[in-house]
C-alpha cells in the first residue's frame, strides 16, 4: 500500500508540471523518482530530468520574474 508520501510526490509532480506549463515550460524527464520510491525510510523525490539549453533559459527567467515580485 502507498504511503502518504508516495501520494504526495506524485501530487507535488503534477503540481510542479502544470506551474510549468502555466510558464510555457516542458520538462520532459519530469517525474517520480522510481529508485526513490522503493528506498525505505527515504522520502520520495521528484526528478526534474534533462532539458535542453532553450527551455533552461526560459525556467531561468521564470524564477528570476517570481523572485522578483
Known amino acids: 500500500m502507498p504511503s502518504p508520501l508516495h501520494d504526495d510526490v506524485h501530487d507535488c509532480t503534477e503540481v510542479l508540471r502544470a506551474a510549468l506549463q502555466a510558464n510555457g515550460i516542458t520538462l520532459p524527464s519530469l517525474?517520480?523518482?522510481l529508485p526513490?520510491?522503493?528506498?525505505?525510510?527515504?522520502?520520495?523525490?521528484?526528478?526534474?530530468?534533462?532539458?535542453n539549453a532553450a527551455t533552461a533559459r526560459k525556467l531561468a527567467?521564470?524564477?528570476?520574474?517570481?523572485?522578483a515580485r
Not at 526513490?36 to 532539458?51: E, F, H
Open 31 to 33: 517525474g517520480v523518482d
Open 36 to 51: 526513490g520510491l522503493a528506498s525505505p525510510g527515504l522520502p520520495p523525490l521528484v526528478a526534474l530530468g534533462n532539458c
Open 61 to 67: 527567467e521564470a524564477l528570476r520574474k517570481a523572485a
